[in-house]
């Protein structure tokens, strides 16, 4: 199959290749991985309860594998459950480990992550997630406009221009746009590989003391029935999505609730890391600096704070009370203290262009955020935008994209907004065109329904996802954190 990038790829595929599996304290390979003597000593040496446990969770990752067939299989010593096997996906062959999967064979079907095979699948499965990942056409490039294809070059010698992102962000043209999302598709392969994360957002309070134009839950929504969650509740919750679905990174979001005060959070934050092995993330908007402070020092790893545009003009306009250049400077703030940063924008606001978008992106490069959170804006009933035209998919989709081309190495997720209006089409649409995480509820049933942002937020088919996506062991736990550690290596 022959892509419109790789006529302009960078050589070299940076960062293919070096990532070894990093279970049970297995360490880096330095290219040719480690020899399988030493593996074999070390295997006999760890061979105690603990360690068997932990290598046998290497069956298990959080992260969506990724499906190749079975070659051939080479295992140095017959009967030992490490292999050097290789496998055949669409980008060709490679060579990988398997580990502790003896009953193998040539012509089996397995999920890979990094350079280890996790488990075997079906084939019905393993077709089922390429189906859902795998961009189908081929591109005439012949067809596309010199200028788009200028532009779009530019990306791989660093040179996307602000004009050039508009120019992007402003096609309609299909084959432009559906080149375009290929191509931010081959930057995430390139970058990242076939390494989609899921993630969860659990909700646990509707309570908002801010009145944001646009938001649902804004404090004169009249028509919200109102939750808290207590620390019990929260705890409770957040160690079911760990131990018994296998979550590892969990987004607790809530209104700007002072409700819970700034000690309630840090003993809700304490506590959870006492009981669950997970990286947690604080949405709770804007409190003092000296209040994330704490919450880093009780175990918060991320916020995800967006700063919703970067027009300060529409900013001022839809957020009465608040100020662009606080949030601004509290997000700088999280920065400095150590935060991995999830931030992002509207897409879709009242008044906003595509110039304004070009900026929002070009103010995520700038804050060298670690993830990009993005979605349209969908109209709710008793706000001030009730009646204001929702987000586009489309323009979230080109966003995706040249956020992808800007920043190959940042985690983009999917976002709930753009399956909202998209439906299950949204994430294979948003997965396709650069993002590369999921983000599901985890909202207990009974509150869900109260959690209105924006009217019927999507939830579905995460079952079949979780399938591929979550075990709950250490090894996926070990990726995530060097994947966080990496982020931050890249970024700096
Ligand atoms: N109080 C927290 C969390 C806010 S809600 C904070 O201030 O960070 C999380 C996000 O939902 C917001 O940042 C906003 O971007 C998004 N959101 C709110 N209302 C929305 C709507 N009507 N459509 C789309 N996204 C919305």
């Not at 991995?340 to 955020?369: H, R």
Request: charged fraction near 25%; charge should be neutral; proline fraction near 4%.
């Amino acid at each position: 199959m022959v892509r419109v990038s790789s006529q302009f790829r960078r050589s070299g595929g940076k960062g293919a290749g070096e990532i070894k599996a990093a279970a049970c304290g297995w360490k880096e390979g330095n290219g040719g991985g480690p020899a399988p003597g030493a593996e074999i000593k070390e295997y006999k040496e760890r061979a105690g309860g603990a360690f068997q446990a932990a290598f046998k969770a290497a069956y298990k990752t959080m992260c969506l594998t990724i499906p190749a067939k079975v070659i051939a299989i080479d295992n140095p010593v017959p009967g030992f459950p490490v292999a050097n096997i290789t496998v055949e996906d669409s980008k060709g062959r490679k060579e990988i480990k398997s580990l502790w999967l003896p009953e193998l064979k040539v012509g089996d079907w397995v999920l890979y992550a990094y350079d280890t095979a996790i488990r075997k699948v079906s084939e019905e499965d393993a077709r089922e997630i390429l189906e859902l990942l795998e961009p189908k056409k081929h591109i005439d490039i012949s067809a596309l406009d010199t200028g788009f294809l200028e532009v779009l070059k530019g990306h791989s010698t660093g040179n996307l221009s602000r004009d050039g992102i508009v120019r992007l962000l402003k096609t309609e043209d299909p084959l432009e746009m559906e080149t375009l999302f290929a191509e931010a598709n081959t930057v995430r392969q390139a970058s990242l590989r076939d390494f989609f994360c899921i993630h969860g957002i659990m909700e646990f309070s509707n309570h908002c003391a801010m009145n944001c134009f646009y938001c649902g839950l804004r404090r004169d929504s009249a028509d919200v029935v109102r939750y808290r969650m207590t620390p019990d509740e929260i705890v409770g919750a957040v160690e079911d999505a760990v131990n018994r679905r296998g979550y590892k990174l969990i987004v607790l979001q809530s209104g700007d609730d002072f409700h819970y005060t700034d000690i309630k959070l840090v003993e809700i934050i304490r506590r959870i890391k006492k009981s669950s092995k997970v990286f947690i993330f604080m949405s709770v908007g804007e409190r003092s600096i000296e209040c994330y402070r704490r919450m880093k020092a009780a175990g918060a790893s991320g916020v995800l704070f967006r700063f919703e545009t970067s027009n300060r003009e529409i900013y001022n306009l839809i957020h009465p009370g608040q100020s662009y250049d606080r949030r601004m400077e509290l997000l700088k703030g999280m920065k400095e203290l150590g935060y991995y940063i999830a931030s992002g924008f509207l897409i879709g606001l009242p008044g906003q262009t595509a110039e304004d978008i070009a900026d929002d992106i070009l103010a995520m490069k700038a804050l060298k955020v670690n993830m990009a959170s993005i979605g349209p804006f969908i109209p709710c009933a008793s706000t001030p935008l009730a009646t204001h035209q929702a987000g586009s998919a489309e323009m979230t989709l080109k966003v995706t994209a040249v956020l992808r081309l800007l920043m190959p190495r940042a985690k983009i997720p999917v976002t709930t907004a753009l399956e909202t209006i998209e439906s299950e089409e949204g994430r294979r649409l948003g997965l396709s065109s650069g993002a590369n995480s999921l983000m599901f509820n985890l909202t207990p049933e009974r509150y869900r329904g109260d959690y209105r942002i924006y009217p019927n937020k999507y939830h579905g088919k995460e079952e079949v996802w979780e399938k591929y996506g979550l075990f709950n062991e250490e090894l996926s736990y070990r990726m995530l954190e060097k994947k966080m550690f990496e982020a931050f290596e890249v970024l700096k």
